[in-house]
């Protein structure tokens, strides 16, 4: 098995979807002219059903993308990326998140070795830890019972956490659970400010453990502690998930608490590792597992699905459709379930770290586009603020509705207005409202003449706006984690076609050097080489 390279451009596939994209009729044609569309462009997989059938695609276009799928070699890549072969190559490291879920009998290799016993041990840690501090029986160092959370951690060390534990509020306990990511200290002492230290557990995650901003905020943190509980305290109230084993001794955090990671797992994809740690503790070890468990199976269906009805696939190939053969910029994420609203903000580190890449594997410039970008906000709350240039705006921006069938605290009435919006959205934009219905309205409103006239351009919708609906049953730890895996395999999909490197980030790097520059220069107060216009900002800030 290997990794293909084949620059996507050179298959017969994309020459024909070149031809196709000239070509495409409107949503409205295409449901005009064909009644088998809705099923027949719908996926049924567990409690999910994803309906794409309102997207710019008849069967030509989706056998094209099928095609271009097996011509760049996704079957073999899939099967390299489960396998465990180092396919993030400029980093020399395999990609395992799939792993961190398998069952507890896989076996699954990296350099000759079954990493899934490790991983099982670690869960296990998790669990253990998790429950003793859920039930109080892990005591502060003042002997009380834990109140209260706060993990420090930024990218993947924070939003997956971060989303997961408010997509999962339903289902928390009695911890009070907070996250500290950004290097901002007003953020870190809004959140201080909220907790008392004589019952708050720290848990520090960073891969690296080099991060300026976690370690930054990690140290005010522990300051903060030492000076209201003492030096001593730090031992009980603190614990690390890093694969840096030795800056961790260094901080000062006991080996015992200490939860490792791999570096096969890369920090947008680790929230079913020890990242996930501030998670059990949310929601309890039991709930953390079920969300494994989803993951597991939506892998489970990523891998054996054939393309042409495999969901992470599909929901890929359309992206790549989208933005490389039809122009469209960005993508939006439209949660209905204000659960969700952190998945768009965690959305956009999976998808725009990963696939945000101009060199294709070959170490070749890309001729096409790439990337997306992607953004939102949950429904309804978004239909008042950004729906209008979704509507009538200029752009084409393909959009996936989040929706469930069941609400969880049951309140029938708001959840039926909810969903009456959420299908009522897609169907707008999708079918618009021609000039015969304005006038049509607008007569039934008393209006006529010039009144009448002038106001019909303004309230006509032209449709045709593309949207997927992916319907879930009810939003549980299990449907929670097959979702995140769909949008995790579905990266990695667009990114075996777009010939790019999905599991490095080499591009967040030139910032962060240029900040340690910047930063020392601040404390020998000589501002050199920059340009014109950031020495005289730096000089302004600093005078
Ligand atoms: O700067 C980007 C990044 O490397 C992300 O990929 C990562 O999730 C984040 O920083 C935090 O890194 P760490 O977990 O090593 O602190």
């Known amino acids: 098995m290997s990794f293909p390279k084949i620059n996507p451009t050179t298959t017969n596939s994309w020459k024909k979807l070149t031809e196709l994209a000239a070509n495409r009729k409107t949503l409205q044609a295409y449901f ?21 059938s309102k997207n710019h695609l008849d069967n030509d276009i989706k056998e094209a993308l099928v095609s271009l799928a097996k011509e760049v070699g996704l079957e073999d890549a899939r099967a390299a990326y489960f396998a465990g072969e180092t396919i993030n190559q400029t980093e020399g490291r395999a990609v395992l998140h799939t792993a961190l879920r398998a069952k507890a009998g896989a076996d699954i290799r990296v350099d000759g070795e079954n990493v899934v016993p490790e991983i099982y041990n670690v869960r296990e840690q998790i669990r253990t830890f998790s429950q003793s501090v859920i039930d109080g029986s892990r005591k502060s160092s003042s002997g009380q019972a834990f109140t209260a959370v706060v ?53 520090v995650v960073s891969k690296t453990f080099t991060t300026q901003e976690t370690l930054s905020n990690a140290t005010t943190a522990k300051k903060w502690l030492v000076e209201a509980l003492g030096e001593s305290a730090v031992a009980d109230h603190f614990v690390a998930v890093s694969t840096n084993l030795p800056a961790i001794g260094a901080f000062g955090i006991q080996s015992e608490n200490v939860f490792p990671m791999n570096d096969w797992v890369g920090g947008r994809f680790s929230l079913w590792s020890a990242v996930g740690l501030s998670i059990a503790l949310a929601v309890g070890p039991d709930h953390f597992e079920a969300l494994l468990e989803g ?48 998945l768009p903000a965690y959305l956009q580190q999976g998808i725009m770290e990963s696939n945000g890449k101009s060199v294709d594997r070959n170490g070749e410039a890309v001729s096409y586009q790439t990337g997306n970008i992607v953004w939102g906000e949950p429904g309804t709350n978004s239909q008042h603020a950004f729906f209008q240039l979704m509507h009538q705006g200029t752009k084409l921006i393909p959009a996936h509705f ?112 240029l900040a340690t520059v910047i930063l020392d220069e601040f404390d020998t107060r000589k501002i050199s080489s920059h340009d014109a216009s950031t020495a005289q900002l730096l000089r302004r800030f600093k005078s």
């Open 295 to 342: 993951a597991h199976e939506m892998d489970t269906h990523f891998a054996t699905a054939p393309i042409d009805e495999n969901i992470p696939a599909i929901l890929a190939l359309l992206t790549v459709w989208y933005t490389s053969f039809l122009d469209a910029q960005s993508e939006a994420v439209i949660p209905y379930t204000q659960y969700l609203h952190r």
């Open 402 to 513: 989040i929706g469930f069938v069941e609400s969880l605290h049951g309140n029938q009435d708001h959840h039926d207005k909810l969903m009456a919006n959420f299908f009522a959205q897609t169907e707008a934009l999708m079918q618009g409202k021609t000039e015969a219905q304005v006038r049509e309205e607008l007569v039934a409103k008393g209006l006529s003449g010039d009144a009448l006239e002038k106001l019909v351009p303004f309230k006509i919708f032209t449709g045709d706006k593309p949207t997927t609906t992916v319907l879930i049953e009810k939003l549980t730890p299990k449907t929670l984690g097959a979702l995140v895996a769909m949008y995790e395999h579905k990266i990695f999909v667009e990114g075996v076609v777009w010939n790019i490197f999905s599991y490095d980030q080499w591009g967040v790097e030139l910032g962060k050097q």
């Open 151 to 203: 993990n420090i951690g930024i990218g993947g060390s924070d939003l997956g956490p971060a989303m997961i534990t408010e997509a999962l509020a339903y289902y928390k306990n009695h911890l009070d659970v907070h996250f500290i990511s950004n290097v901002d200290g007003d953020h870190v002492m809004e959140v201080l400010k909220k907790v008392n230290p004589a019952t708050t557990l720290f848990v």
């Open 32 to 52: 005009a002219e064909d009644d088998a569309r809705a099923k027949q462009f719908s996926i049924e997989w567990d409690q999910f059903f994803v309906d794409y």
